[in-house]
């Protein structure tokens, strides 16, 4: 089967999925900040969310190309694949950095959906994007870590049962690096709300389900040490390039669903007796739009595919994750502009649609951040800071 034929029948499964569920589904959910619980088992039981597991830990063994056909045909049908797609990667970085035992343990029911592994802890208020400078430490006790600290913005902490969490274990004067330091640990969350955790969700501009995080004592097991103790960033930073490239064919997928809507209206409705489509002020931005989807998935796909063979992709990643955020909200905006007033009504799914895309342009890193990397690492002009 050509490679070409296999991704068309991913996008078609996952399509038959998202059909049963239907745009009203996600504006409800929207409107009630509620969870697409149905949807997600759904998704979880066909085997998707579990598709970047190797078969010996019972998942699908495909790679980074297949899991961003999912998500781009997700957020094509009008869905919002945010509230699931870090079950895909999370599990990422135990799949690199753990023991064999904690793989044999989280793996295998992360892939048929027993767990769900669907949140990171990393971004701190007083320090966001700053990472390294992160204050929650984690303090070594006999047989566990005691955290103490704050996070913000933890995504699906309330829908997921375990969270990769970074923490620091050797404070700011001791280290002797920027990245030494810290550590990463796989964090139960079942019952932690009675063992030191506060969970407080955030009023936000999209239905993300991201909370603030309060560790209070928090104990967790030493055996949860998530690769080498103080080497916990790299944990973290090896999970990024998958992150970035599924989150760019989030965006890939967005796109084109602003583009098949805003045509489809272009060409049906009828002002001054014509179709407005017929005024270049309203195609040629579509047209624009399009080119910019089309540019900007051809290097998704390149990063996807380096990813896949193994290969060193940052600069790619990072292309692709801003490119595709640049061309999904140019193509939002155009998609509501097209449709005049009508865009502004929450019965037409656009403004749901253009409020989800708008938060790549700053999460999971900000595109400042990703020029910065590409001015820096790139193209070797000097650090900014
Ligand atoms: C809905 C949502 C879900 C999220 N989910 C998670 C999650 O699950 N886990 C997690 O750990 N985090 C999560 N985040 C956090 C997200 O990764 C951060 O918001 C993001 O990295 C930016 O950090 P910040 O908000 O602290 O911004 P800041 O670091 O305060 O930056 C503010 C602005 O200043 C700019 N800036 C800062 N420094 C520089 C510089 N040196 N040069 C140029 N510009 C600069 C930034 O680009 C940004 O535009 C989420 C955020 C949101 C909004």
Redesign the pocket.
Known sequence: MSSDQHLQEIRESVKAICDSYGEDYWRKLDQAQGYPTEFVKEITDSGFLGCLIPEAYGGAGLGLIEACTILEEISRSGGHP?AAH?QMYVMGSVLKHGSEEQKQKYLPAIANGELRLQ???????S????TTSLKTTATRAQDHYKINGQ??????VQHSDLMVL?ARTKSIEDRSSKTDGLSCFIVDLRGAEERGLTIRP?D???N?H?CELFFDDFEVPAANLLGEEHKGFRVVMDGMNAERILIGAECIGDARYFTDKATDYANSRIVFDRPIGQNQGISFPIATAYAQTEAAALMVEKAARLFDGGEACGPEANMAKMLAADASWKAGDTCLQTHGGFGISREYHIERKLRETR?Y?????????I??YLSEHVLGMPR??
């Not at 320090?127 to 700053?130: N, R």
């Not at 996070?151 to 699906?156: G, N, P, Y």
């Not at 342009?361 to 951040?369: E, K, R």
């Open positions: 945010g870090a949140s990171f802890g990393v971004t701190e208020p320090t966001g994007t700053d996070k913000v913005w933890i995504s699906r970074l955030i936000a501009m999209i993300h991201a938060l342009q700053i999460a999971p890193i900000s595109t400042n951040l020029l910065s900014s800071f």
